[in-house]
């Protein structure tokens, strides 16, 4: 038993009278139960039959938890024991009146002796407590009628705990920049694609980062002795403020002062415009998605993306990787794909050591050191190769094309072109699939029609049932055809801006092997011979073939 609310315990035994203390320094009952204050009564002469309602008799061990209580006082007089016991933290005071007799006397006066001995500090209101109590325990004692509710201790003095102060802390507005949190996102199946990490955190110009908030003080308390008890205060938090970061003093809130990447290194927030990614981009980073521009010191492996509002820098080599700029792409190791993956589109230049079975869209020039081969590009500038080799695959740059060497000596196919006709770009391509999807509705509606297209007389020899499908079918020919009309003069009008910086020239320094596919313009022509350099390609409109001026 280890409760207030358990001290006191009725039960039928022997009647043996004793009460006491034995030992040195600990109280310890009469049959050596250490750690407990025990006190045994003779109450044989209480009327059994007015025992508590379990009908025990009103006699056995009644005991003070050491464990968990400190005895200030407990003293035999006068047929009784006054106990005073406080609990380990001095927060609650009790008085436990227990008759070691039947015939026990009781006085006010001796009971406030005991506690102004202690030192407890009890209110007025506690003194009406005990004594209501004495009260009631003279007219059990008058009847001798005792219940077990007049022999429980009576709580006569409460504390007031301290209430220790709260640290101080940060309100994130974004998503706190903790490089350790994994930020993966399942998808719509409850699937988690490996790849995206979502590490980088993006923000706006004037973005809210973070607030700091202040501690707040503790609170003392005070014990049963009206000894004051302290409390901690909180402790600060502090953040710094690195580049890219401005503070607002009043209200100690953080703002982006530049687009870019939020950093939190040695308690310090920072935003840089440009993300750096000092070792590879693999399953260690994920995919990126930035709004500035993004520098990889090592490569970019298998199957990962970058996407950035500004450049992209690889340092590295760049393998199957997907690239999506809205400036330069540069990789300085070079880039190679295989099996449809592996693509780049730019606003910008693209530079690159070598390109291998890639595709790209590239707004701006490419530059390309030692070699293209089997690539798919689509280039608004001009294909720059001077030093290196253009081999297979189709090469499209409506700002033309300059190579020291293109296709190779055993005839493989190398297409290149430079005409608007030919160039497409990301618009282009989605009204592209527009108008093949439109495209095949249209000759579906058409093989149900069949006859009715070539001569609509017939459809007067059609009966009213029939009439009102076939109708209904035509109209929706008629439909789908405006709808095609409408979607290639959009296309039309998406490339009209390019149709002005279009050249009418490739340029090879060294050699055209056989196999090389040229079409400038309107102009083609298909190379069966080794054509030496230096020499200039440009069309013959008159007879629609490609004319050679040497250099």
């Not at 980073?285 to 509002?309: L, P, Q």
């Given at each position: 038993m280890t409760s207030i609310g358990r001290l006191l315990d009725w039960h039928t035994g022997n009647t043996d009278c004793c009460a006491g203390?034995?030992?040195?320094?600990?109280?310890?009952?009469?049959?050596?139960?250490?750690?407990?204050?025990?006190?045994?009564?003779?109450?044989?002469?209480?009327?059994?039959?007015?025992a508590p309602a379990d009908n025990a008799q009103p006699h056995g061990l009644n005991y003070v938890n050491l464990d968990e209580h400190v005895v200030l006082l407990s003293k035999v007089a006068?047929?009784?024991?006054?106990?005073?016991?406080?609990?380990?933290?001095?927060?609650?005071?009790?008085?436990?009146i227990q008759p070691t007799s039947p015939y026990f006397e009781l006085g006010y006066v001796e009971i406030e002796e005991a506690i102004r001995t202690t030192g407890l500090a009890v209110t007025?209101?506690?003194?009406?407590?005990?004594?209501?109590?004495?009260?009631?325990?003279?007219?059990?004692?008058?009847?001798?009628?005792?219940?077990?509710?007049?022999?429980?201790?009576?709580?006569?003095?409460?504390?007031?705990?301290?209430?220790?102060?709260?640290?101080g802390w940060f309100e994130w507005f974004i998503e706190e920049p903790d490089?350790?949190?994994?930020?993966?996102?399942?998808?719509?199946?409850?699937?988690?694609?490996?790849?995206?990490?979502?590490?980088?955190?993006?923000?706006?110009?004037?973005d809210p980062l973070v607030r700091v908030h202040?501690?707040?003080?503790?609170?003392?308390?005070?014990?049963?002795?009206?000894?004051?008890?302290?409390?901690?205060?909180?402790?600060?938090?502090?953040?710094?403020?690195?580049?890219?970061?401005?503070?607002?003093?009043?209200?100690?809130?953080?703002?982006a002062e530049t687009a870019g990447h939020v950093e939190y290194k040695n308690q310090s927030i920072a935003v840089?415009?440009?993300?750096?990614?000092?070792?590879?981009?693999?399953?260690?980073?994920?995919?990126?998605?930035?709004?500035?521009?993004?520098?990889?010191?090592?490569?970019?492996?298998?199957?990962?993306?970058?996407?950035?509002?500004?450049n992209i820098l690889v340092?590295?080599?760049?393998?199957?990787?997907?690239?999506?700029?809205?400036?330069?792409?540069?990789?300085?190791?070079?880039?190679?794909?295989?099996?449809?993956?592996?693509?780049?589109?730019?606003?910008?230049r693209l530079l690159s050591k070598y390109l291998v079975n890639v595709k790209a869209d590239v707004a701006g020039d490419i530059l390309v050191d030692t070699q293209i081969v089997n690539c798919e590009l689509s280039c608004a500038g001009r294909v720059f190769i001077p030093q290196g080799k253009l081999l297979g695959g189709v090469t499209i740059a409506l700002g033309g094309i300059e190579a020291n060497e293109i296709g190779a000596e055993l005839g493989t196919r190398t297409q290149l072109i430079v005409s608007v006709d030919h160039f497409a770009t990301a618009e282009t391509r989605a009204i592209d699939a527009e108008i093949s999807a439109c495209e095949k509705r249209l000759a579906k509606i058409e093989s149900m029609l069949g006859p009715y297209i070539r001569d609509r007389s017939l459809l007067n020899e059609l009966p009213p049932s029939k009439m009102e499908s076939i109708l209904a079918q035509i109209k929706e020919l008629d439909e789908v055809q405006r709808q095609l009309a409408r979607m290639q003069e959009d296309r039309t009008r998406a490339l009209e801006p390019y149709r002005s910086v279009v050249s009418d020239e490739i340029i090879i320094h060294k050699r055209i092997h056989p196999g090389v596919d040229v079409r400038i313009d309107n102009s083609r022509q298909v190379f069966a011979e080794h054509i030496d350099g230096p020499v200039k390609l440009k069309p013959n409109y008159a007879r629609g073939t490609i004319a050679i001026h040497p250099l």
């Open positions: 203390f034995s030992g040195s320094g600990g109280l310890i009952g009469p049959r050596g139960q250490a750690g407990k204050l025990i006190v045994a009564a003779d109450t044989n002469k209480l009327k059994p039959n007015e006068g047929g009784k024991r006054l106990t005073l016991f406080t609990d380990k933290l001095k927060l609650h005071a009790w008085l436990w007025g209101d506690s003194m009406m407590k005990i004594n209501a109590r004495l009260e009631l325990l003279r007219e059990q004692q008058q009847t001798g009628q005792f219940t077990q509710e007049s022999f429980r201790p009576i709580e006569i003095a409460t504390g007031k705990p301290s209430v220790d102060g709260q640290d490089p350790e949190k994994l930020r993966f996102v399942p998808d719509a199946q409850g699937r988690i694609n490996f790849r995206e990490m979502n590490i980088v955190i993006n923000v706006n110009v004037d202040e501690p707040t003080r503790g609170e003392p308390g005070s014990d049963v002795f009206g000894n004051a008890i302290p409390a901690k205060n909180g402790e600060k938090k502090r953040i710094g403020k690195g580049k890219g970061v401005r503070i607002d003093e009043e209200t100690q809130t953080m703002y840089s415009p440009v993300y750096i990614v000092e070792g590879s981009v693999d399953f260690n980073v994920g995919n990126i998605n930035f709004r500035g521009s993004v520098e990889v010191r090592k490569d970019v492996t298998d199957g990962f993306s970058i996407r950035a509002d500004q340092e590295g080599i760049a393998s199957q990787a997907m690239f999506f700029a809205g400036g330069d792409v540069e990789v300085r190791g070079g880039a190679t794909a295989s099996h449809g993956r592996g693509f780049i589109e730019c606003k910008g």
